[in-house]
């Protein structure tokens, strides 16, 4: 971690301390969960086609979810930390900033185990994002009598992408094992193997590919939520040493020549940006004569990041000419590499969780995938064409930066290629699956908001902050470097 992060953590109290580590430890967990609640869905086609034997498979996948997290980015996970406005963390005393990130970690962790024994392939994305609306939403109702505690705009962005996911899979899925039984001819491949049965070496490494694809996408997309879970943690806790990037010590002298240039290009552009250059004088000011930002004092350091934020936030919602875009764009990233940044240790150590929770308990889920949604066996074919599409829809919205569900894209594919091959669905099973898809969402909420509800009776209700002190800050997909 480094020996300034432990003399921050040194600096919290013992009971801080504690809480601390655990609110770590649960975060680790429910990435761990994920690994085998989640990734099991990569697995079932491999297995259960008879390309590989469960335990290279799993191993396999394993592997390909760690390198998945490692080089996957981090934009994603700032979706998610922006899902819950960090200043609410701040904006609290510390007390109640443990319970809000210990509910939601909480939250998240039960609701994904309870659904895990009952072999239910839930979305780890829905439950996660329930758990952050439902301490939001909740701190809002007993700090403010609002519902301003939540990022709606993003929250929107996030739940049509999860919500139209599943249909995509389905659809997809179902339309390409369409058209591979037009185009090729073997009937080996749209039938169940039977005893003894391997499958054509072509198609073996046709299924290889996208369970490798479907691991990788999944480490990548569902890791970076594991990154966001863990930043929670991390400014909920440490918040003056998590407020500006101070590994990087050149970044507070190219933000601000960056201000400066950025100010210079609209004093001569026809729009009306006074505001604009109100903000850039500020953060001009926070850092003249700081050659980094470990020179600023930690008490200093969120007010510089919110004069940050603030000039993002206006930058964005002022209408500016694509000539002044075009001016200002090679300057924007330095913005971004400041405030929005994940510690290499927290990528490590979460692709080590994903990774090694990939090989434990993934049965429960892959019996249903593979036994219980279709009335036949996986074929060949519907395995490929399932995990082709999961493959695919995961990798572009790493692309789009948006999270989805390996869970449902991979089990509505499934579901898709038995209904067009007509095999049949099991009625009971789907209808089950779909009642927890419906349910994960408003149950991780209710209980998220539970949980810091009876929390927070242990701790006093702070003073609601003043409007102007509330800077919600969003994820602008073209400042990410």
Same mark, same amino acid.
């Given at each position: ?10 600096? @919290?109290? #013992? ?9 770590? #430890? ?19 086609? %491999? ?10 498979? %799993? ?16 934009? $994603?996970?700032?979706?998610? %930390?922006?899902?819950? +406005? ?35 392939? %839930? ?23 609002? $519902? ?127 505001? @604009? ?151 009971? !099973? ?9 349910? !994960?969402? +408003? ?33 602008? +997909?073209?400042?990410?470097?």
């Amino acid at each position: 971690m480094g020996t300034s992060l432990w003399d921050a953590v040194s600096q @919290l109290s #013992l009971q801080d301390q504690v809480f601390f580590a655990f609110a770590l #430890l649960v975060a680790f967990g429910f990435e761990f969960i994920n690994g085998f609640h989640d990734t099991a869905n990569a697995v079932t086609t %491999v297995i259960y086609t008879k390309t590989l034997k469960p335990n290279p498979a %799993v191993l396999y996948s394993a592997v390909c979810n760690f390198l998945g997290v490692l080089l996957g980015g981090t934009a $994603v996970a700032f979706s998610i %930390v922006n899902l819950l +406005p960090v200043d609410m963390l701040i904006e609290n005393n510390s007390a109640r900033a443990v319970v809000m990130v210990l509910s939601l970690l909480l939250s998240g962790v039960i609701w994904n185990l309870a659904t895990w024994w009952y072999g239910l392939p %839930v979305s780890s994305s829905h439950t996660l994002i329930g758990s952050i609306l439902g301490v939001g939403l909740a701190n809002s109702l007993i700090t403010r009598h609002d $519902v301003s505690g939540v990022n709606w705009s993003k929250a929107g962005e996030v739940g049509l992408s999860l919500m139209i996911s599943p249909l995509i899979g389905f659809g997809a899925a179902a339309g390409l094992l369409l058209v591979m039984k037009r185009l090729i001819r073997e009937p080996n491949l749209y039938h169940p193997p039977g005893e003894g049965d391997n499958p054509p070496h072509w198609i073996r490494g046709v299924l290889l590919a996208t369970c490798g694809g479907v691991s990788f996408a999944h480490g990548s997309n569902d890791g970076q939520k594991g990154m966001g879970l863990i930043l929670l943690a991390l400014i909920g806790f440490l918040p003056t040493y998590f407020a500006l990037n101070v590994q990087h010590p050149e970044l507070a002298s190219d933000v601000r020549n960056s201000a400066i240039a950025i100010n210079g290009i609209l004093e001569n552009a026809p729009e009306e940006t006074t505001s @604009l250059r109100a903000d850039l004088a500020a953060v001009v000011a926070d850092l003249e004569g700081k050659d980094s930002f470990a020179e600023i004092s930690p008490a200093d350091r969120w007010g510089v990041r919110q004069s940050i934020y603030r000039f993002r936030k206006q930058l964005r919602e002022t209408p500016l000419s694509p000539a002044t875009e075009q001016a200002i764009a090679p300057h924007r990233h330095h913005f971004a590499q400041a405030i929005e940044y994940v510690p290499y240790w927290v990528v490590f150590a979460v692709a080590l969780a994903l990774g090694v929770g990939t090989t434990i308990g993934y049965k429960r889920i892959v019996v249903t995938v593979a036994e219980k949604i279709g009335k036949s066996h996986l074929t060949y074919a519907q395995g490929a064409a399932a995990e082709v599409v999961a493959a695919f829809t995961i990798g572009l919205a790493d692309v789009a930066h948006m999270p989805v569900s390996t869970t449902q894209v991979l089990s509505s594919g499934v579901a898709g290629t038995m209904w067009a091959n007509r095999s049949g669905l099991q009625g009971e !099973t789907v209808r089950k699956i779909g009642l927890a898809w419906l349910m !994960t969402m +408003p149950a991780s909420i209710v209980l998220a908001a539970g949980l810091f509800t009876l929390g927070g009776k242990l701790v006093p209700t702070p003073v609601p902050p003043q409007p102007a002190a509330a800077v919600v800050s969003t994820l602008d +997909p073209s400042d990410v470097p």
